[in-house]
């Protein structure tokens, strides 16, 4: 009798194994589970009046057939394109966040895409520059690397009156990465090669096209260009210091104790009209009031930062608050814009609107009557529970910044807990 019992337990687990196997994977599946997605590499340059700027756009897919999803590579940076089609007739980047494109058409004779990007300015103006971009081959090797480029310099800009700091890193193969700190912002992710004594930085993150080459000199000195987009041209010069610095970010922008919350008029997303002192802005415990702009890549990093302290924060009784100023008058095209920063960064704290950007940063004053200049975007402007002004931060060191960004972090982290302990 055992041993029936035993047989027919045998067979039935024989049974419930082929059974399995029958219904588990098919071998088109199975092979297509295991295939590796495939990799396609472009290298791509816009060219501004300085020269190149060289960037790598990657898609990454299932099959040759498949667009995949599509990246910048810049410098350390691994930008995601979120609308983009690149197939053998054109190649279209979009970035609906900068209100930016690249289009290209496949050139057969070339052997490449050729086209333009073009980013909206204001109502009626935008950038433009040749944009061309061929398949990824083996780089030159410089004749000699200056090593001595590599570290942290103090920088000036010909036309502003405000320090910089350069950090620049050098590696054996020429490779140059690095960025600018400025008492407005970083200059995000740079990259670039050293050959002999000359240095070449830049960057394109679908708003910014940054260009900077240099030489360094027999007195150890750099000097050089920085070209932005296609308009802006200034000579910079730096000098090695590794104890370079900016002023503190705390002590630029000053609150006008004369103008409460409550006469500072902003518009809703829904177009209304209301005040900062609305209660559905302001945190119990604490409010971090947020001045920026959509289209500013620094703005984007600090929303990246910003999001994620709101979620950790906003059952603490302390919230954020998007002041954003956008590039034209139009409200409905602002509040579009928002809505996108908002979607990209995964987050729902409040934004308003305060004005207009394109006006340059002297009209922005005007419309913003609670500190005494914006001087940067994003400024951050730190409210008691009391609506008194605590601190204001000017300007934002982002993750390029490296040791810059987490010392930032710590300092906003630092205040949000003093008000914690007050409650």
Request: charged share 25%; net charge positive.
């Amino acid at each position: 009798m055992t041993k029936i019992v035993l047989g027919t337990i045998q067979t039935l687990s024989i049974a419930i194994v082929m059974l399995a196997l029958c219904v588990g994977k098919s071998p088109a599946q199975e092979q297509q589970q295991k295939q590796p997605k495939m990799s396609t590499s472009w290298q791509a340059a816009l060219k501004s009046p300085g020269g190149l700027i060289e960037f790598v756009i990657e898609r990454i897919s299932e099959s040759e057939s498949n667009d995949g999803e599509l990246y910048l590579h810049v410098g350390d940076e691994k930008i995601k394109v979120d609308q983009g089609v690149i197939n053998a007739k054109k190649m279209v980047l979009s970035f609906p966040h900068y209100d930016s494109k690249i289009e290209a058409k496949y050139d057969q004779t070339a052997g490449q895409y050729i086209g333009k990007w073009t980013k909206r300015q204001s109502k009626t103006k935008f950038s433009s520059l040749p944009f061309s971009a061929k398949p990824m081959a083996g780089g030159k090797n410089p004749k000699s690397v200056n090593q001595k480029i590599g570290g942290r310099w103090k920088v000036d800009f010909e036309k502003s009156d405000d320090p910089a700091v350069g950090i620049f890193k050098v590696e054996s193969n020429g490779r140059a990465t690095g960025t600018f700190l400025t008492t407005t912002g970083d200059y995000r992710f740079l990259g670039g090669t050293v050959d002999g004594d000359q240095l070449t930085l830049s960057c394109f993150d679908g708003a910014h096209a940054f260009l900077f080459r240099a030489r360094i000199g027999t007195d150890g000195k750099l000097s050089g260009t920085f070209w932005s987009r296609d308009s802006w041209k200034e000579k910079w010069a730096a000098t090695k210091d590794p104890n370079a610095k900016l002023p503190d970010a705390f002590k630029l922008t000053k609150w006008n104790s004369n103008v409460p919350l409550s006469k500072t008029k902003v518009h809703r997303l829904d177009g209304s009209v209301c005040s900062l002192a609305d209660k559905k802005l302001l945190g119990k415990n604490g409010t971090l009031i947020y001045v920026f702009g959509s289209w500013c890549p620094n703005c984007h990093d600090a929303g990246e930062y910003l999001a994620k302290l709101y979620k950790k924060h906003k059952n603490d009784g302390i919230n954020v608050v998007g002041v954003a100023f956008e590039l034209t008058e139009d409200l409905k095209r602002s509040t579009a814009q928002v809505k996108i920063y908002l979607q990209r960064h995964k987050t729902d704290f409040p934004v308003v609107i305060g004005g207009r950007a394109d006006l340059g940063k002297a009209a922005a004053t005007k419309q913003f009557h609670l500190i005494d200049r914006i001087r940067s975007y994003p400024t951050t402007i730190f409210v008691n529970p009391d609506q008194s002004i605590l601190a204001i931060h000017t300007g934002f060191s982002g993750p390029a910044t490296g040791k810059a960004y987490e010392e930032l972090k710590k300092k906003f982290e630092a205040i949000i807990n003093q008000w914690l302990q007050q409650k």
